[in-house]
């Protein structure tokens, strides 16, 4: 089993930065793969920027392509989404998700689900408003 915890998001004002965090727990193996996803009320859920751990290839979003960074500390196997220059349309509930060894596109353009081989966390949410 593994166990996903985010944290890390609330409100900011347009312009602003926020970082999330990933926090892994249980039977974490260190190359599954890890995104970001979100999802905003009336909307589809989003992959916002996934990491293939197994060779540390990223893949994100048109949307915040430039602006949000994925990366990871080992030494505490949580992994962090660092947020530049948000925008309203940001505004999200943002949920951290892992799975088996997958190319990160791959995995942002279709997560495993958690019924499957995925393991999602409980989600952050985070307001860009002024």
């Known amino acids: 089993q593994v166990q996903l915890v985010e944290s890390g998001g609330g409100l900011v004002q347009p312009g602003g930065s926020l970082r999330l965090s990933c926090t892994a727990s249980?039977?974490?193996?260190?190359?599954?793969?890890i995104g970001w996803f979100r999802q905003a009320p009336g909307k589809e859920r989003e992959g916002v920027s996934c990491?293939?751990?197994?060779?540390?290839?990223?893949y994100y979003a048109d949307s915040v392509k430039g602006r949000f960074t994925i990366f990871r500390d080992s030494a505490f196997n949580t992994w962090y989404l660092q947020m530049n220059a948000l925008k309203p349309e940001d505004t999200a509930t943002y949920y951290c998700?892992?799975?088996?060894?997958?190319?990160?596109?791959?995995?942002?353009?279709?997560?495993?689900?958690?019924?499957?081989?995925?393991?999602w966390g409980k989600g952050t949410l985070v307001t860009v408003s002024s």
């Open positions: 998700a892992a799975e088996p060894p997958r190319d990160a596109q791959a995995m942002c353009r279709d997560p495993a689900p958690d019924y499957g081989t995925g393991y």
């Open positions: 249980g039977d974490i193996v260190d190359y599954y793969a």
């Open positions: 990491i293939d751990n197994s060779d540390g290839s990223t």
